[in-house]
């Protein structure tokens, strides 16, 4: 098993509402990403999970809230989202932050629109 | 800082041609480097890596690419493109033990027939 399978694939929500994003890898893996990915733009870090415990936030607005309930579980907590918030959300992991060949491995993404 | 750079936002290339993808890094430290591929309404998947020794290094999908340390630079090539090769191209690199992975811009390959 090779994957990372994230859930929903779409997600349309209101400013109001409260969602989450899931995101779940088989691989033994021990670190875990959010990523943010708008149209034809490069992937922008979020955060790093590593040993379930948060090891980077890049200074990500409180609207949005990570959480890692165990080592194959990554979720994104959603609350009071604007429009511009719009966009690909992709999940990804990786081997382990101390190790060389630490390589992602993405998700297919959750493509989510703020109305 | 660390950077990546993609001279090239798009490449239109012929099918069965062969083409390069340019991607340039900015480092004082050794770094891995990456190429990784996005289909449209996908994620990302890797096509290769550098990490150390040779320093051509072969992927998937018939992919290649050359890590040259003096010109800072991991260009991708194929020697025959295929329509399936129309995608985002993304350059990457992380330095040692780093937990950051810096993407470059991307480059929007178009295969056409």
């Known amino acids: 098993d090779t994957e990372v399978t994230q859930t929903p694939k779409h997600l349309v929500m209101g400013m109001t509402n409260k969602k989450s994003l899931k995101c779940e890898q088989h691989?033994?893996?021990?670190?875990m990403y959010w990523y943010k990915q708008k149209a034809k733009k490069p992937p922008e870090l979020m955060f790093v999970?590593?040993?379930?415990?948060?090891?980077i936030n890049e200074s990500v607005p409180s609207r949005f809230s990570p959480e890692c309930p165990n080592s194959s579980l990554l979720n994104l907590h959603l609350h009071a989202l604007q429009p511009e918030d719009s966009a690909l959300y992709l999940c990804?992991?990786?081997?382990?932050?101390?190790?060389?060949?630490?390589?992602?491995?993405f998700g297919a993404g959750s493509r989510l629109t703020v109305l | 800082a660390q950077s990546v750079t993609q001279l090239d936002s798009q490449v239109p290339v012929f099918e069965e041609a062969p083409v390069e993808l340019r991607c340039n890094y900015s480092?004082?430290?050794?770094?891995?480097l990456f190429w990784y591929v996005q289909y449209p309404n996908q994620g990302l998947q890797l096509l290769l890596k550098?990490?150390?020794?040779?320093?051509l290094v072969k992927g998937i999908n018939g992919f290649e690419a050359e890590f040259n340390k003096s010109q800072t630079s991991f260009h991708l090539r194929k020697p025959s493109v295929h329509i399936s090769d129309t995608a985002e191209y993304f350059c990457?690199?992380?330095?040692?033990?780093?937990?950051?992975?810096?993407f470059g811009p991307g480059t929007r390959l178009s295969v056409l027939p």
């Open positions: 480092s004082s430290v050794s770094v891995y």
């Open positions: 550098y990490l150390s020794g040779s320093t």
């Open positions: 691989m033994g893996h021990r670190a």
């Open positions: 990804a992991s990786s081997q382990d932050l101390r190790r060389r060949a630490n390589v992602l491995t």
């Open positions: 999970y590593s040993y379930e415990k948060l090891s």
């Open positions: 990457a690199a992380r330095r040692n033990y780093g937990q950051n992975f810096v």
